[in-house]
């Protein structure tokens, strides 16, 4: 999780939009190598205190519909690497291939049990595998598909320093996001025009002022947000 030295990062990453966050973050290593710590220990014991909820859950995704458990989709993480990201399936079979990428309120493609779980967000606890890997931590920016990491401006790109993240401040706020595409015609482009920026604009915010006690704070608030829910 250790910020690279700059002329070690992908060249696309070495421009000046980055660099003040890059210089920013160097600073903080000491503080990341302990997130890094923290992200395994609480992993591991989530993954044991909650394999029975685990089991159910893999037990009623399939039970509702046809296909397999789990969701797999290619996401970018640290430093533009790509990775197969973990999620309990809450869509019919191959639900790509019959829409878009991002998914508007109501939309026909989620299944029944599919709208529990992301209501309440189950379907992100199999991304307890994904930080175990080092491919994402608690906290930090969601990580997006390849083709809207494509249409990053300079700055968006500097979210790329760190490793995608279950939540962060911007997944709270913009927890509904769903019901803003929900009239766009296009969702894929209503997405990357009008929902991505702003949710960097509270991402790039977020980068500058990261730390190990904002991290378990930005949780804390996730949880809250979800039983509001």
Do not use: H
């Amino acid at each position: 999780m250790l910020v690279k030295r700059w002329e070690k990062l992908p060249e696309n990453m070495r421009c000046d939009a980055v660099y003040p966050y890059w210089k920013a973050l160097r600073k903080k290593n000491f503080s990341l190598f302990w997130k890094r710590c923290f992200d395994v220990f609480a992993a591991l014991l989530l993954l044991i205190l909650l394999s029975p909820v685990l089991v159910a859950v893999a037990i009623a995704v399939k039970a509702d519909s046809r296909g397999p458990v789990f969701f797999r989709q290619t996401r970018v993480t640290q430093y533009g690497k790509t990775f197969r990201i973990y999620k309990f399936r809450t869509m019919i079979k191959d639900a790509e291939a019959a829409g878009a990428q991002v998914t508007s309120k109501n939309d026909a493609r989620v299944t029944r049990v599919g709208r529990t779980l992301r209501k309440l967000r189950l379907d992100e606890l199999p991304q307890l595998f994904d930080i175990l890997r080092g491919t994402m931590s608690f906290v930090g920016v969601r990580p997006e598909v390849p083709k809207y990491v494509g249409r990053y401006t300079d700055e968006m790109r500097a979210t790329l320093l760190l490793p995608a993240g279950v939540t962060s401040e911007a997944s709270i706020l913009f927890k509904d996001e769903d019901a803003l595409l929900a009239d766009a015609e296009n969702a894929d482009e209503a997405y990357v025009e009008k929902v991505l920026p702003e949710k960097m604009e509270y991402n790039l915010a977020s980068l500058k002022k990261c730390g190990f006690f904002r991290d378990i704070g930005t949780m804390f608030r996730t949880v809250f947000a979800v039983l509001k829910r």
